[in-house]
């Protein structure tokens, strides 16, 4: 019996046939799609215009500022999960590397912040350091850097910043814990780092 002989003796079967052949092949094109979107939401996704500031203030604490485009050109909101800002001075003139932390500031996901969809959002953030210890360590580190050869101040000290941010594409709803393994479909990370950057 053909496959035509087949539909015209069984036209009940043959029609639940066809509509969930239609169903799995809509669904399959409907999560290629998908798949294809959140690939190319990972790949455009980005940080854009980083500025740095850093300003020795009249009391004598200094003051750090950073201001950064998040940039979001895909049809997703994203849900920021965290975003974690550090400015260090790194000191690897020793025998192995030495950190100087001056600022460490920490946003979490409480704070509810929406990156919409096919749109730009500019953290910006600000700091001061008024700790006398922290800002001996600093002045020292200038004073012995200048034995060779470098000139520094407060001001032209290289400081390091760091912002590591992280989202999770908001159309995607799954338990974090016991779906892990699509954690890191929806989650999009994008890290900023100063070092070797131009002052």
């Known amino acids: 019996m053909t496959f035509f002989e087949w539909v015209r ?5 043959s029609t ?4 969930l052949t239609m169903f799995f092949l809509g669904a399959s094109i409907v999560s290629a799609s998908t798949y294809a979107s ?19 203030l009249a009391n004598g604490s200094l003051e750090f500022t950073l201001s950064i485009d998040f ?23 020793g025998s192995g590397l030495s950190y100087i932390p001056l600022v460490s500031e920490y946003t979490s996901w409480s ?8 749109d730009r959002t500019t953290f910006s953030y600000l700091a001061v350091v008024s700790n006398p210890g922290l800002i001996s360590r600093v002045s020292g580190f200038a004073n012995y850097s ?7 101040t407060l001001e032209t000290v290289p400081y390091e910043y760091n912002l590591d941010m992280i989202a999770f594409l908001g159309e995607f709803k799954h338990d974090y814990l016991r779906e892990f393994y699509l954690n890191d479909m929806v989650q999009v ?9 131009v002052p």
């Open 71 to 93: 940039v979001n050109p895909s049809r997703y909101p994203l849900h920021l999960y965290s975003g974690d800002w550090i400015v260090r001075v790194v000191n690897d003139s």
């Open 111 to 118: 704070a509810g912040i929406t990156i919409l969809a096919r």
């Open 16 to 19: 639940l046939f066809v509509i």
């Open 38 to 56: 959140v690939v190319r939401a990972q790949h455009d996704i980005v940080l854009e215009n980083p500025s740095r500031g850093m300003n020795v």
């Open 146 to 152: 200048m034995a060779s050869g470098e000139e520094y």
């Open 9 to 13: 003796r069984q036209p009940v079967s």
């Open 189 to 197: 990370e994008r890290t900023y780092n100063s070092k070797g950057a």
